[in-house]
T-cell receptor
Framework: LAKTTQPISMDSYEGQEVNITCSHNNIATNDYITWYQQFPSQGPRFIIQGYKTKVTNEVASLFIPADRKSSTLSLPRVSLSDTAVYYCLVGALSGNTPLVFGKGTRLSVIA | DVKVTQSSRYLVKRTGEKVFLECVQDMDHENMFWYRQDPGLGLRLIYFSYDVKMKEKGDIPEGYSVSREKKERFSLILESASTNQTSMYLC????????????FGSGTRLTVV
């Protein structure tokens, strides 16, 4: 898995858009970018995945520039329930290398 | 939806006891994993399994063993529990071992006293 760097923590007020950037300079050609979300006292859950340009689902958007050396997870109009740790992982979709989670970004949403 | 069920949400055990943590998944996934999570250390991989009766060591296997006799069940065993094994234990399963599609259980918070 490619090494990733993301901020340790972020604060936001309710209703704001939050952007969490992840750096992955040594991303390989067949690597995908995946984000997981972990609420307190729960296991991480998959929220979004992409290869290039932009991906959007009901939870978030993922922006990936042409060089793919970074990516940005965008959470529109956050609420208190979006308080969680967000993990960025980069690697192939298949293979025999288990996921290695970094420390993620702890997002705190304030009323 | 894939479901990964961990048998206990909270567990308190005494030092030296043999502890079994059970994990069951219902989607016929080949791969299963055990992680532990501690404040400031993130998730660390203990053991994983790609198939029945197969197991591979992760980053921190010392003091643990695993068993996978059936495809849907992956057990983590603490041979002789110690206080430094007090932690949140998370089980996951996936069809592939890559970045996509891991489903985690809700975790077992184990306290060793």
């Amino acid at each position: 898995l490619a090494k990733t760097t993301q901020p340790i923590s972020m604060d936001s007020y309710e209703g704001q858009e939050v952007n969490i950037t992840c750096s992955h300079n040594n991303i390989a050609t067949n690597d995908y970018i995946t984000w997981y979300q972990q609420f307190p006292s729960q296991g991480p859950r998959f929220i979004i995945q992409g290869y290039k340009t932009k991906v959007t689902n009901e939870v978030a958007s993922l922006f990936i520039p042409a060089d793919r050396k970074s990516s940005t997870l965008s959470l529109p109009r956050v609420s208190l329930s979006d308080t969680a740790v967000y993990y960025c992982l980069v690697g192939a979709l298949s293979g025999n290398t288990p996921l290695v989670f970094g420390k993620g970004t702890r997002l705190s949403v304030i009323a | 939806d894939v479901k990964v069920t961990q048998s206990s949400r909270y567990l308190v055990k005494r030092t030296g006891e043999k502890v079994f943590l059970e994990c069951v998944q219902d989607m016929d996934h080949e791969n299963m994993f055990w992680y532990r999570q501690d404040p400031g250390l993130g998730l660390r991989l203990i053991y994983f399994s790609y198939d029945v009766k197969m197991k591979e060591k992760g980053d921190i296997p010392e003091g643990y063993s695993v068993s996978r006799e059936k495809k849907e069940r992956f057990s983590l065993i603490l041979e002789s529990a110690s206080t430094n094994q007090t932690s949140m234990y998370l089980c996951a399963s996936s069809l592939e071992a890559g970045v996509g599609g891991y489903t985690f259980g809700s975790g077992t918070r184990l306290t060793v006293v």
